[in-house]
């Protein structure tokens, strides 16, 4: 019976998801035309195959194989807001992980399931709500934003977001994260061409060198 | 006729009858437009959030971890949030409010946007700082940003549930490799943003200091995590390990001002 109900929770999560997805996509998409109506203007083609062909092929190549490295981690319904509302890897997977951290429950359950789902929709509103009074105050915010004092708080979001992570994950899986992250600082150390650019298309490179780490070393009895 | 509050956003003919509307970036039926779609948005996160809690409930989890799940979430994303904010701010100058609050409200995360932009305005021949006045180019940045990272919006509702069906299977074979394979994914992940912490010590060689600040960033965020661990241990105090994200993301981000007037 339990698991009936699981299946029917987790089959109206997908379709829901589904259903969201395809009419916000569709909303996202005909904005574009929507303005172009407006305004009645049209693109200035030469301009848009320029900024497409130096854009979309490098995007579209780590956006499809961010979804295969994503979704597992995210959950269903945290899948389906996290790509409508963006900001995955610098804001909504380390909330959803740290809110399963902090439940006790694991991420492959339907309790994670529902906890991660939580944790990226009031994160996905409270951004939101963040930027529309932003948006609103932006006249009197825009200096403080900008300011000299504060940029470098905002440029190392990401190291004081990660080195936190790291100690919560690390600590429970010693044996596990040297491999990766010694395979990582030697990469991004010698090889120039990583840096905040190129960071993306690295962390699908991680997650399957270190599940590839942890199936060995589980065959080999030592997790 | 009578000139109205709206009257500059439209261009007039000699009887003053609205011919079509005046292109700005910062024209009210942008704004409209743009606040439909993140409403709608909005009740998307709404909808799954009451979804999610109507569940957890059945499933038994207890109030109290919901009510802290919601507050530890909500705190922890005001920070990082107002980081992207700063993200409307820059792409403000060229493409006006309306389009940089849709772009970074939805999809979009700073650093593709930021990128998206400068590639469209480059195309057209344009700087980040000059506000666009041709509707024509405002439309052509606003096609490469959509279309350029599109790729998620397409693809996510039709091949979420098989890579969740592989997922479950995995678990379902064997539950502890699929514990392991999970905490793998997250693993593999925070690696590479660490070792994207480190891609610019190198330059320390060359007498650059400034590849360490991200480095000593980093370490103030964990040792502020490991100490809101072991107290909350020590004092039995939960609300510290609930706030121990947020505490050690705010903390070591502070941290930056002063390492960065000293080694930037």
């Not at chain 1, 995955?88 to 906890?115: F, H, Q, Y």
């Not at chain 2, 743009?34 to 989890?61: H, P, T």
């Not at chain 2, 091949?159 to 539950?175: E, L, P, R, S």
């Amino acid at each position: 019976m339990n698991e009936k109900r699981n299946l029917s929770y987790m089959d109206s999560v997908h379709r829901t998801g589904r259903i969201w997805g395809i009419i916000v996509g569709i909303i996202i998409l005909l904005f574009p035309f929507i303005v172009c109506l407006i305004f009645q203007t049209q693109p200035d083609y030469k301009v848009l195959v320029k900024g497409i062909l130096a854009t979309a092929p490098m995007y579209w190549a780590v956006g499809i194989v961010e979804i295969f490295t994503y979704v597992p981690m995210l959950g269903a319904g945290g899948t389906y807001l996290s790509f409508v509302t963006g900001n995955i890897s610098n804001l909504k997977l380390p909330c959803a992980i740290d809110a399963m951290e902090r439940a006790k429950v694991k991420a492959t359950s339907e309790e994670g399931e529902v906890i991660s789902t939580i944790a990226i929709a009031v994160s996905s509103i409270v951004t939101t709500l963040v930027i529309v009074i932003g948006v609103i105050c932006i006249v009197p915010l825009t200096p403080v934003l900008e300011s000299d004092v504060l940029k470098p708080a905002f440029d190392m979001i990401l190291p004081a977001l990660f080195g936190g992570l790291a100690v919560v994950f690390i600590s429970k899986n010693l044996k596990l994260s040297i491999a990766p992250i010694v395979l990582m600082l030697i990469l991004f150390i010698f090889v120039p061409a990583l840096n905040a650019g190129t960071v993306g298309i690295m962390v699908p490179v991680g997650v399957i060198f270190t599940v590839i780490v942890a199936r060995i070393l589980y065959k080999k009895g030592w997790l | 006729m009578h000139k109205t509050l709206f009257y500059d956003t439209f261009v007039h003919d000699y009887d003053n009858e609205v011919i079509e509307l005046k292109f700005s970036v910062n024209h009210p039926i942008l704004f409209v437009l743009v606040g439909i779609i993140i409403a709608v948005v909005l009740g998307q996160s709404v909808y799954f959030l009451v979804k999610a809690i109507r569940r957890a409930k059945e499933l038994g989890i207890q109030k109290e971890t919901i009510r802290k799940t919601i507050s530890s979430s909500a705190v922890f994303t005001i920070a990082p949030a107002v980081s992207v904010l700063v993200g409307v701010v820059v792409l403000s100058k060229a493409l006006g409010i309306a389009l940089p609050w849709l772009r970074l409200s939805v999809i979009g995360s700073i650093t593709y946007e930021n990128v998206a932009a400068q590639n469209a305005l480059t195309a057209a021949g344009l700087s980040g700082s000059q506000t666009i006045t041709n509707p024509s180019i405002f439309v052509t940045v606003l096609f490469v940003m959509t279309v350029g990272i599109a790729a998620g919006l397409v693809f996510v509702p039709f091949v979420t549930k098989g890579i969740q069906g592989g997922m479950n299977k995995i678990g379902m074979k064997d539950k502890k490799w699929g514990e392991i394979f999970n905490n793998a994914m997250f693993l593999g992940m925070i690696s590479a943003f660490l070792g994207y912490v480190f891609c610019d010590v190198s330059d320390v060689f060359h007498g650059e200091t400034k590849g360490l600040i991200p480095v000593l960033v980093m370490l103030v965020s964990a040792v502020v995590m490991a100490i809101c661990g072991l107290l909350s241990k020590k004092l039995k105090a939960r609300w510290l390990e609930d706030y121990a994200l947020p505490a050690s993301l705010v903390i070591a981000m502070a941290s930056a001002i002063p390492f960065t007037a000293w080694l930037g």
